[in-house]
């Protein structure tokens, strides 16, 4: 009996203490975190800029005009088209770069794994800034090499002044930045399948790639399902590479995501309280993004398909 009272009594104590320690965090996130939230999400609903220091609470306004508002639905489809080719293209080459590193011979392993890597530890916008010189259609490094390969001056594409071309040429630059921190967690991922599979499948007589389709990607489908989410909410917050790169968003909104359009709203407009409501737009995005592809890859997963 005094043992089970002794016990119950360090266990309230121990209730308290770690309610204590936590709770200097706890005011900290409440008060820089969730009160600013919910006071953007209510200027959303108002009238807020410069001309006025009291914002006007003006209902659905600001949504209303975003919703007739056609560079609105063209900035929306920028940022889908660049979810779907950074989440796709992100994926494919960090895999294949996830396998290079793994079968590479320890030699040569860390040092590769060191320049993949590299770009991570760039500035966005000295990222954007250097591709916006290798996509120059005059003098870029890529135009210049098809050029020497016989590629007419003519045919040479305009990879940022061509709107069809815009996004891609982001996505592409976006990829090179993150490809080698999302290969390093397939790495991981590779690591950690057993060898066992791999012996099976030699015995049963399958070649590299039924090897890589049956035991790899399989294993890996927990890898893919946190970096498909994080590179998804990565393409929804991007503005720094699409600014450096197209100088703002242009030609014609087509280089603009949504981050960057609330970004441009708030900083050279000065029209607040529509660019919050573009934020809490890009915020719903992101949360019902995430939660499908959750509910989709997460039935995929070994376990629970």
């Not at 489908?221 to 970096?227: D, H, W």
């Amino acid at each position: 009996m005094k043992k089970t009272r002794q016990a119950c009594y360090y266990k309230g104590v121990w209730k308290w203490n770690g309610a204590l320690m936590a709770f200097p965090g706890i005011v900290l996130i409440v008060v820089f975190i969730i009160v600013p939230f919910f006071m953007n999400v209510g200027y959303a609903f108002t009238d807020y800029n410069t001309a006025s220091d009291v914002p006007n609470f003006v209902g659905l306004a600001n949504f209303r005009n975003m919703a007739n508002d056609r560079d609105f639905w063209l900035v929306c489809t920028n940022t889908l088209k660049l979810i779907l080719t950074y989440v796709v293209g992100g994926n494919v080459i960090a895999i294949l770069l996830g396998v290079m590193i793994t079968n590479v011979s320890r030699k040569f392993g860390n040092f590769i794994k060191t320049a993949i890597y590299f770009p991570q530890l760039l500035s966005m916008v000295v990222v954007g800034f250097l591709w916006r010189i290798m996509f120059s259609y005059n003098n870029g490094p890529i135009n210049h090499f098809l050029g020497w390969i016989g590629v007419p001056a003519d045919l040479l594409p305009q990879w940022l002044g061509v709107p069809a071309l815009i996004i891609p040429s982001i996505s592409t630059a976006l990829i090179w930045l993150i490809a080698g921190y999302y290969s390093i967690i397939y790495h991981a991922g590779m690591m950690n399948i057993p060898m066992s599979y791999y012996e099976v499948s030699a015995i049963e007589g399958a070649n590299k790639w039924q090897e890589f389709v049956h035991v790899t990607l399989p294993f890996l489908a927990p890898s893919i399902t946190i970096n498909t989410v994080l590179l998804t909410v990565e393409s929804l917050s991007a503005f720094a590479v699409p600014a450096s790169m197209t100088g703002g968003g242009g030609p014609g909104r087509y280089g603009t995501t949504l981050a960057l359009w609330s970004y441009t709203t708030y900083f050279n407009n000065h029209q607040y309280g529509k660019a919050i409501a573009i934020s809490v737009i890009l915020g719903l995005f992101a949360v019902v993004l995430a939660f499908v592809e959750l509910k989709i890859l997460l039935k995929k997963e070994i376990g629970n398909s």
